[in-house]
């Protein structure tokens, strides 16, 4: 007697978005579990909004024309540092390097801005880029941790800006007539250069991020890099890359910001590092990777400048004070973060 099977009908296909936002396989989340995933995106957009709109209400000045534009190119120049710093830290690691290399870019720039508009930018592009190549090959060939890379990068590259201006008693300057100061002087409707540039990017990075390969392989690499490994994934080349994109990428926003300051100032960049990191960790990208937006690192970086604008506008209190509101804002985020994480776990 012969038996007739029946294939099993295929399993219809998830959406695109459900797919994109979950391994296959596991369940849809309930109501609890989305709520603690959009806030955990969102969060910071929402406090920036309750911010911007009290001081609004506060103080007459705050919400101007003039003092948007001055809040928005002050960020510009760490919101490009924090998008290289975004892809790094959603691969589980870290770059410290970031703001010595960010003052050694402007250094650069302003020395070779005397050769023209290229020279200028492709200075700091050439040596602050071979510094994070640097760190990747080190992080992803040596096995070495990157803490330590960073840490002795961080050096080098603020040893090096002292050699280049002989201790920082040199100071290189801009012409105040050329292209490249017009680079960071320059506006479109008001607003300046650096700001375009710094959307810009997050165009770029929020599309590669979502929309490629390569962003997934981010995702999957922080998620699990032996995980990855066993999947096939290039864990190395990827490392590599996104160390190498946030040297170019802090090396970018020194040029700029020298363009803007017609000059190279020495003394910038320190502690800036910290700052990056903050405005990721703020915008929701988790410090153990796997997870995280260059949108809310967009939003981060904006809410710690608009609290920097509000500690000037109250003028009896001084800048020191953006560190402690933005330890505390760290603090919260980050105890947020982990309740977020075992909501979404309990769910």
């Known amino acids: 007697m012969n038996e007739t099977t029946t294939a099993p009908a295929a399993p219809a296909s998830p959406p695109p978005e459900a797919s994109a936002s979950r391994p296959a396989g596991e369940p ?23 911010v911007v709109i009290i001081a609004s209400f506060v103080y007459p000045t705050f919400a101007t024309l003039d003092n948007a534009r001055g809040v928005t190119v002050q960020a510009s120049f760490l919101a ?30 302003a020395w070779a801005s005397q050769w023209g508009f290229l020279a200028a930018l492709l200075a700091p592009l050439l040596v602050c880029g071979a ?35 002989d201790e920082g008693a040199t100071t290189y300057l801009v012409p105040k007539d050329s292209a490249f100061a017009e680079l960071g002087q320059g506006s479109v409707w008001g607003f300046g250069y650096p700001i375009l540039i710094a959307l810009a990017l997050f165009g770029i990075g929020g599309t590669v991020l979502q929309r490629t390969s390569f962003g997934q392989t981010l995702f999957a690499v922080g998620g699990s890099a032996d995980a990855a490994t066993l999947m096939g994934l290039p864990v190395a080349r990827t490392k590599l890359l996104v160390y190498t994109l946030s040297g170019l990428l ?9 363009a803007r300051l017609t000059s190279g100032v020495t003394i910038v960049g320190v502690g800036m590092e910290l700052d990056a990191i903050s405005a990721v960790v703020i915008g929701g990208t988790l410090l ?60």
């Open 28 to 50: 849809a989340p309930g109501g609890r579990r989305r709520a603690a995933e959009l806030l955990q995106r969102q969060g910071v957009l929402a406090v920036l909004l309750t």
């Open 80 to 109: 490009v540092v924090a998008l290289g710093m975004t892809l790094v830290i959603i691969t589980g690691g870290i770059d410290l390097s970031v703001g010595s290399v960010f003052a050694l870019g402007g250094v650069l720039a």
């Open 131 to 165: 510094i994070g190549l640097l760190n990747g090959f080190l992080i992803a060939r040596g096995n070495l941790a990157p803490f330590i890379v960073t840490l002795a990068t961080l050096l080098g590259a603020r040893g090096l800006l002292l050699s280049i201006t």
């Open 250 to 258: 802090a090396g970018l926003a020194g040029a700029l910001n020298a």
């Open 288 to 347: 153990i990777g796997g997870a995280g937006s260059v949108s809310g690192t967009l939003w981060g970086v904006l809410l710690l400048a608009v609290i920097q604008n509000l500690i000037n506008q109250i003028g009896s209190l001084n800048s020191s004070y953006q560190s402690v509101v933005s330890g505390g804002f760290l603090i919260v985020v980050v105890v947020a973060q982990r309740y977020l994480a075992r909501s979404r776990r309990s769910t």
